[in-house]
């Protein structure tokens, strides 16, 4: 058995607890994926655009309007 598949066979033995502990402490020691500053940035303006939807300042589209939206695109 190799020192990976011994680890992995450790790990599952551990509680549900300490696994997440344990992912949550691996993938943090992972840098972020390329795309990670994307990702940001959508998130970002998909809070600002949830916050105008919110105080009223733009209002959502009805469904059939979106749907004439999307079938008028190529």
Not at 30 to 52: K, N
């Amino acid at each position: 058995m190799s020192t990976l598949q011994e680890i992995e066979a450790a790990a599952l033995r551990l509680s549900e607890r300490d696994r997440l502990r344990l992912a949550d402490y691996i993938l943090g020691s992972l840098p972020p994926p390329p795309d990670a500053a994307a990702s940001t940035e959508i998130l970002v303006e998909a809070a600002r655009r949830d916050a105008e939807l919110e105080s009223g300042q733009e209002h959502p589209l009805t469904e059939s309007t979106f749907w004439a939206g999307v079938r008028r695109r190529p």
